[in-house]
């Protein structure tokens, strides 16, 4: 079945990096863009990145903009965050999220149809 | 930056009643709205995309509308299961997506 599963969570302090994994199966992994959602305890969704089904294009939010890395490996169905210069508010549960375009004649839809079950980052000394 | 605010934040009803959620975008989002149901442990669950389309094995007790600036997501008869928090998110600068703060929907 279609899946997604976030790993590489933990206890990191301020200052230092960890990278997240997100392996996919059951879909065409190559063919989808992907999202990072991070949620801090307590708190509701926040959007962290996108990166293009190819890897060419990478959005991210400008609260991680120049700290924190999205990339893919495709031949592996595999999607990657970077994390750099941890903060103690970027301890969040962080999901990865396919991209689904809904698309008729006319225009396309988006959201974020299928998500994995988080990892739990905390940033603590 | 599109900011989108739900209300309220915490909603009371009863099982079998109907239940009303409302998100607001600062400005026109025209159809770019979905919703998202998570409940406690859960990722988020997508329920409506298009402001108004029920995504695949999504109960027809829960129906959106609206467009521009006013979403609406009406639960018509409350089921145990649908307790839960309930988010909105614009995706009309697409790739970039930006959710509401959430409304929880509770006994």
């Known amino acids: 079945q279609v899946q997604l599963v976030e790993s590489g969570g933990g206890v990191v302090q301020p200052g230092r990096s960890l990278r997240l994994s997100c392996a996919a199966s059951?879909?065409?992994?190559?063919?989808?863009?992907m999202h990072w959602v991070r949620q801090a305890p307590g708190k509701g969704l926040e959007w962290v990145g996108v990166?293009?089904?190819?890897?060419?294009?990478?959005y991210y939010a400008d609260s991680v903009k120049g700290r924190f890395t999205m990339s893919r490996d495709n031949s592996k169905n595999t999607l990657y965050l970077q994390m750099n210069s941890l903060r103690a508010e970027d301890t969040a549960v962080y999901y990865c999220?396919?991209?689904?375009?809904?698309?008729?004649?006319?225009?396309?839809?988006?959201?974020?149809?299928?998500w994995g079950q988080g990892t739990t980052v905390t940033v603590s000394s | 930056e599109i900011v989108m605010t739900q209300s309220p934040a915490t909603l009371s009803v009863s099982p079998g009643e109907r239940a009303t959620l409302s998100c607001r975008a600062s400005q026109s989002v025209s159809s770019n709205l979905t919703w998202y149901q998570q409940k406690p442990g859960q990722a988020p669950r997508l329920l409506i995309y298009g402001a108004s389309t029920r995504a695949t094995g999504i109960p027809a007790r829960f129906s959106g509308s609206g467009s521009g600036t006013e979403f609406t997501l009406t639960i018509s008869s409350l089921h145990s299961e649908d307790f839960a928090v309930y988010y909105c998110?614009?995706?009309?600068?697409?790739?970039?997506?930006?959710f509401g703060q959430g409304t929880k929907l509770e006994i």
């Open positions: 059951g879909f065409t992994f190559s063919s989808y863009a």
């Open positions: 998110q614009q995706y009309n600068n697409w790739p970039r997506y930006t």
């Open positions: 990166i293009w089904y190819d890897g060419s294009n990478k």
């Open positions: 999220a396919r991209d689904r375009g809904y698309c008729s004649s006319i225009k396309c839809h988006y959201a974020m149809d299928v």
